[in-house]
């Protein structure tokens, strides 16, 4: 196996999907990148599934994550063994406080201030879905039922550690202006749940599709206000995505085909990475993940 030498050595990375459909061949793209990433840099897998959404929740879509990773034989060191323990023991509403914490620690410093503006109110100030600041000022009632945004100064660009070559300048995208952070549900935003499950998992390799290169500064403008420097130390690496013959991004709600789907019509572990290496370019086709993680070279 090749192992990056030059490269520096990493405690712990994640896989980190969401139960809201059945897992498509994007999602493995993604876990088979994390994965060999972690082995060739000697970082432990966390297995983390994001399941704050409750309204999209549902137990098969749990189930069918263990399903396939095991199924392709994706390795993962750390995390839930099956379902039930995930439910027990893993879940992110066993995090709550956690999440709480921090949200009060924004609150207290004057980081963040509440929004009553629906999501048509929005839109409609505003052409590009950029939030134009609306309640900034308001001072809205604490108590009233609203999302919190967090408040964006002039500091949208951030310093990003990329796991190969030197630190890059991350840019905030004007739509994610004033991002919310805790939503009217009672629940965190993905935004800061993800960094606060980052931080209490000591992550600090993080492998994600460069769809999420936005959320990363956002993550880091946070970590950064919470004064949270292990995360700014994180290294990053956004892949690049598989997409439709129409250049689209896979979707589990687009209707992606799914490793669900391929295995009730009979294919095998095989026949995904076969898939696997003509989307990825790989430069021979492999079948089983030892033969992708012999093959799989880091590119940017
Ligand atoms: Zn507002």
């Keep these: 196996m090749k192992k990056y030498k030059h490269f520096m050595k990493f405690s712990t990375t994640r896989l980190a999907p969401t139960p809201s459909?059945?897992?498509?061949?994007g999602n493995v793209v993604n876990f088979l990148t994390t994965a060999a990433l972690a082995r060739k840099m000697d970082?432990?897998?966390?297995l983390r599934i994001d399941d704050l959404d409750l309204s999209r929740k549902r137990p098969e879509y749990v189930k069918d994550i263990f399903n396939t990773l095991t199924f392709l034989g994706i390795p993962y060191d750390e995390?839930?063994?099956?379902?039930?323990?995930?439910?027990?023991?893993?879940?992110?509403h066993r995090r709550l406080e956690m999440y709480q914490e921090a949200f009060e620690s924004l609150k207290i410093n004057n980081l963040v201030f509440a929004c009553q503006c629906s999501r048509k109110q929005v839109s409609l100030a505003s052409k590009n879905g950029r939030y134009p600041g609306t309640c900034r000022n308001k001072s809205l009632d604490n108590n009233r039922v609203c999302n919190w945004r967090f408040r964006i100064e002039a500091f949208t660009s951030t310093k990003v550690n990329p796991i190969a070559g030197t630190v890059e300048s991350l840019q905030l995208s004007k739509r994610m202006q004033d991002f919310v952070v805790w939503k009217?549900?009672?629940?965190?935003?993905?935004?800061?749940?993800?960094?606060?499950?980052?931080l209490h998992f000591d992550v600090d390799l993080i492998v994600r599709g460069k769809d999420l290169s936005r959320s990363t500064a956002a993550q880091l403008l946070l970590a950064k206000a919470l004064k949270?420097?292990?995360f700014l130390n994180a290294h990053f690496h956004h892949h690049s995505l598989i997409l439709t013959p129409e250049n689209k991004k896979l979707s589990k709600s687009a209707g992606s085909i799914s490793i669900h789907y391929m295995r009730s019509i009979g294919l095998e572990p095989e026949d995904v990475y076969r898939q696997v290496s003509v989307l990825m370019g790989l430069e021979k086709v492999v079948t089983n993940f030892g033969e992708f993680l012999e093959v799989y070279s880091f590119r940017k």
Excluded: C, T, V
């Excluded at 459909?21 to 061949?25: D, E, S």
């Excluded at 970082?43 to 966390?46: N, S, V």
């Excluded at 995390?79 to 992110?92: I, K, M, R, T, V």
């Excluded at 009217?184 to 606060?196: E, T």
């Design 184 to 198: 009217k549900d009672g629940l965190p935003a993905y935004q800061l749940a993800s960094l606060m499950d980052d």
């Design 43 to 46: 970082a432990k897998i966390l």
């Design 79 to 92: 995390g839930p063994a099956d379902p039930l323990d995930f439910e027990q023991n893993w879940s992110q």
């Design 228 to 230: 949270r420097p292990s």
């Design 21 to 25: 459909g059945y897992l498509h061949i």
